[in-house]
């Protein structure tokens, strides 16, 4: 396996698409029934699994997603931050920019 930080946008696409493959195939679909299902062309589907097509939209990848059940994990890629940035700049107010000593 590849480190993270090494990883091409292009490695990280082929993954997906390999991943989606393999989601595809254990909900029983045919690349024709994920695309009636999905609303997504049948050949952008088998363009994507195959590495054709890496250049495939967020939407009709979230489309993807959903009809083999793993919508829900797009939330893992980018979390709720713990601090939200507003609350984090006025915390950042408070603490002084320089010690002055004397």
């Keep these: ?7 091409t946008n292009r ?8 991943r989606v493959k393999e989601y595809r195939l254990a909900a ?7 695309a009636e299902k999905s609303g ?9 699994e195959q590495g054709k097509h890496v250049n ?6 979230i489309s993807l997603l959903r009809c083999v059940g793993m919508e829900s994990r797009m939330l893992e890629l980018l979390p709720e931050l713990p601090v939200p940035p507003m609350a ?7 603490i002084p920019k320089r010690v002055r000593r004397k």
């Design 1 to 7: 396996m590849i480190e993270p930080e090494y990883l």
């Design 56 to 61: 495939i939209s967020l939407s009709n990848f």
């Design 40 to 48: 997504v062309g049948y050949t952008t589907i088998s363009h994507f």
């Design 88 to 94: 984090l700049r006025e915390i950042n107010k408070l």
């Design 11 to 18: 490695d990280i696409l082929e993954m997906l698409a390999k």
């Design 28 to 34: 029983r679909l045919s690349q024709k029934e994920l």
